[in-house]
């Protein structure tokens, strides 16, 4: 089978980094070999990453597409397997030629199959951004790829029910898998009282600032709360990273592999994350805490409204915090709190994702 992919490392992408989970899956759970198609010219990586043959499409045009997928398939099942974030294949985010491309290739294979992981639809934002004028044709696109898929797959419920009214051939069919952690999945990790009393932040650089500059209050509080006694940042180095938040140390850790980041993970009670809590399930950071069995913490932000969502409950699977909170978080509560979000990760880690795809590519 074949997976489409905006990159795949040496570039820093999640989805190529997801992808590549999901490939060596399939291959040792499932019997199933992956090759890839890298959806961006200007990539610049090997023919061979990580065991898995690599093309790229030499333009973003949909002729190129369809030759590359009918050349990539060759002596095998026309199965393709689609990751699909609209950023990922066009500036604007309105990959025509990726729709185009994958019509022309179901016109030529007749026992093709395309399963499609949307991992985003289109953009929502007020009129007076850019963003707001590109959304209807991001829709269409979506629209397309949606009606030319035989599977379709997202990561939150919100898009589900988005999806079904886009195709609603598919009402009651498109599934829904809570987005994995791509830096390890521990088979067993050990309880808070283990642990450092330590909290992570980690992630990209504009979501590590926003914990830094905008919710230093509730990150300080939040460790007063937990008893953490020092914070470890991880991530791309950059200005603006504190040495201390309140009395706190801050060990600035740069970029670390995802096995020494898991093993970092594993070692701490806690992890910080700013993200609407509705959207939650799309976290790759949120799911690294719950694979770890962390206790995930949330500030509470001012204009997230929206409420919880896809079985996560803020006081059950998140510690919600706020910069003046008052009291504090039993021993109990707090592993209550770990367990409960390591519990709800367990339907959807690598493994389920690899055996929903691996059972729709061969139906």
């Known amino acids: 089978m074949i997976?489409?992919?905006p990159a795949l490392p040496p570039s820093t992408n999640g989805?190529?980094?997801y992808a590549l989970e999901v490939a060596g899956a399939m291959r040792?759970?499932?019997?199933?070999?992956?090759?890839?198609?890298?959806?961006n010219p200007e990539w610049q990586g090997p023919e061979e990453v990580a065991g898995f043959k690599v093309r790229k499409v030499a333009a973003r045009s949909a002729r190129d597409l369809e030759e590359t997928l009918l050349e990539a398939?060759?002596?095998g099942e026309p199965r393709v397997l689609l990751q699909l974030s609209g950023y990922g294949y066009s500036g604007r985010g309105c990959p025509w030629w990726l729709m185009q491309g994958l019509r022309r290739w179901r016109a030529r294979q007749s026992d093709a199959r395309l399963v499609t992981m949307f991992h985003e639809l289109y953009v929502e934002a007020p009129p007076w951004t850019t963003s707001f004028w590109v959304s209807p044709a991001q829709r269409m696109v979506v629209k397309g790829i949606a009606?030319?898929?035989?599977v379709a797959v997202t990561n939150i419920q919100r898009y589900r029910d988005r999806l079904e009214r886009f195709d609603p051939s598919k009402r009651g069919?498109?599934?829904t898998l809570a987005v994995p952690s791509n830096v390890g999945?521990?088979?067993?990790?050990?309880?808070?009282?283990?642990?450092?009393?330590?909290?992570?932040v980690f992630g990209q650089p504009g979501s590590r600032m926003r914990c830094y500059a905008t919710q230093k209050a509730a990150m300080q509080r939040a460790c007063e709360l937990l008893g953490i006694s020092e914070v470890h940042d991880v991530g791309e180095s950059m200005d603006g990273i504190p040495e201390r938040v309140g009395d706190l140390r801050v060990r600035r850790h740069g970029v670390l592999s995802g096995a020494e980041l898991s093993l970092l993970l594993a070692e701490c009670v806690a992890g910080f994350v700013t993200y609407p809590r509705a959207f939650l399930a799309k976290s790759g950071v949120f799911a690294a805490y719950c694979s770890h069995r962390m206790i995930p913490v949330l500030p509470v932000m001012p204009g997230d409204t929206r409420p919880d969502a896809d079985g996560i409950a803020g006081g059950v699977h998140y510690l919600s915090v706020a910069?003046?909170?008052?009291?504090?978080?039993a021993a109990e509560h707090a592993q209550a709190i770990a367990d409960a979000a390591w519990n709800w990760y367990q339907g959807h880690g690598v493994k389920s994702h690899a055996r929903a795809f691996a059972a729709a590519l061969r139906s």
């Open 3 to 5: 997976q489409i992919v």
């Open 15 to 17: 989805l190529g980094d």
């Open 28 to 39: 040792s759970e499932f019997g199933l070999d992956t090759g890839f198609v890298v959806g």
């Open 73 to 75: 398939a060759q002596g």
């Open 147 to 150: 009606r030319r898929s035989d």
């Open 173 to 175: 069919g498109v599934g």
């Open 185 to 200: 999945e521990p088979l067993e990790p050990g309880e808070l009282g283990r642990r450092a009393r330590s909290m992570v």
């Open 323 to 329: 910069g003046k909170q008052a009291g504090e978080v």
